[in-house]
């Protein structure tokens, strides 16, 4: 069973994190410090890496994925970007059908170079590693032949699922897979409601039958905290039928939590959650800055940039375990899941307000949040 794990992060990023602990004056900054630090001692550790960059949209998010990508390249390797057929892009920078590979490649080179990132001949000691944005890129990812390391990143808990109901090819054991989940891990969800509600221990969600993957993955979460969260899971039939279930969790409840799932994904569903929040005195809290602007008390986020620094130290890792493994036969390694990092906290001061509550400051909580645990 894969597992999601938190990234090991080189001594001297655990060090920055530990001075965070000790009051150092650390914030989402610190954080975003600490994973460029490991980027930076990873590249220095390993052979340079020839990325080759699978992008499957064009939303907001990717692209910044793919700017930070392209910004911490190597000088030593290669930057090669392939936009996905169906995923409209401008024509100077998409491979088409029938289209010369070396000519774009050589577009991308030119752009890389100007973003400061120099590529060198295959001829130095390099390693291939190719890394998927975004769950169409996931899909195509793992149809393509060959046995080099792959990344899956930007996949929510419910696409990296779907992924593995429906791609055989992700459980082939010539290939070593890393996935990075866009979304933190629903212990470090339950860290931040601690921190903001200390003597809170009851969880109401609203869920529906797909979610259940990260309904079990909150479970497991809330039984190993100390102490235990008591949550309670009432099921909709889809994101437009939540009147039922929320009519039951909410008495039973000291706050409300939205899962990344169908309900997250839907601004009208989001806001149901909120209103009865809202009408119950009841805070709400979620994985997304979208839903404390709409009304949420507080989230614990990732940025695009900093998931692009997270993917490639986990990069590091696939590749360096695909290249120890080398040559083994029978190799049958399940994917190395990690969720996101939190880079940092947001909170809606005037809900906290609201609820007369007084909260820590963004900083504090981020810096609670970079305890291990």
């Known amino acids: 069973m894969p597992v999601a794990v938190k990234p090991a992060l080189p001594p001297l990023c655990a060090r920055l994190l530990t001075a965070a602990r000790k009051g150092a004056g650390a914030s989402a900054a610190l954080v975003g410090l600490a994973l460029a630090l490991g980027v930076a001692v990873a590249d220095a550790a390993a052979p340079a890496t020839n990325l080759t960059v699978l992008m ?15 910004a911490d390249q190597g000088a030593g390797g290669k930057f090669e970007l392939v936009r996905l057929p169906s995923s409209p892009s401008s024509p100077s920078s998409t491979p088409v059908a029938g289209a010369d590979p070396q000519a774009a490649e050589n577009t991308d080179t030119e752009r890389a170079a100007n973003a400061g990132v120099r590529t060198r001949s295959l ?29 899956l990143a930007m996949l929510s ?11 055989p090819a992700l459980k082939r ?10 979304d933190p891990a629903m212990a470090d ?32 979460a809330a039984q190993g905290a100390t102490p235990a969260w008591d949550v ?53 809290f979620g994985a ?4 404390v602007r709409s009304g949420g008390l507080a989230a614990a986020v990732s940025t695009p940039s900093q998931l692009a620094q997270q993917a490639r130290l986990l990069g590091v890792k696939v590749a360096s375990a695909a290249s120890s493994a080398s040559g083994t036969a029978g190799n049958t390694a399940s994917p190395l899941v990690e969720a996101a990092t939190p880079a940092t906290v947001r909170v809606n001061a005037t809900v906290a307000r609201g609820l ?18």
Not at 56 to 70: C, W, Y
Not at 173 to 182: A, F, I, M, P, T
Not at 247 to 252: D, F, N, S
């Open 56 to 70: 499957g949209d064009d939303a907001a998010a990717s692209s910044e994925f793919v700017q930070q990508l392209r």
């Open 288 to 291: 997304s800055e979208g839903l």
């Open 189 to 220: 969800q339950l860290a931040l409601i601690n921190a903001v509600l200390p003597q809170k221990r009851r969880i109401g969600v609203v869920a529906t039958p797909e979610s259940e993957p990260l309904v079990r993955e909150l479970q497991r």
């Open 123 to 151: 001829r130095t000691a390099e390693t291939p590693l190719t890394m998927a944005v975004g769950p169409a890129a996931a899909r195509a990812a793992v149809e393509r032949p060959g046995q080099e390391p792959l990344v």
């Open 356 to 373: 007369g509550l007084r909260l820590p400051e963004e900083r504090e909580l981020t810096e609670r949040l970079a305890v291990p645990r």
């Open 173 to 182: 054991g010539d290939r070593r897979v890393g996935v990075l989940l866009r």
């Open 232 to 284: 309670h899971v009432e099921y909709a039939p889809d994101p437009t039928s939540l009147a039922n279930a929320l009519r039951q969790v909410v008495p039973q409840s000291d706050a409300l939590m939205v899962l990344p799932d169908l309900i997250g994904d839907s601004q009208a569903a989001t806001l149901s959650v909120l209103r009865a929040g809202a009408t119950a005195g009841l805070p709400v």
């Open 157 to 167: 808990r419910l696409d990296y699922e779907a992924l593995k109901a429906s791609s």
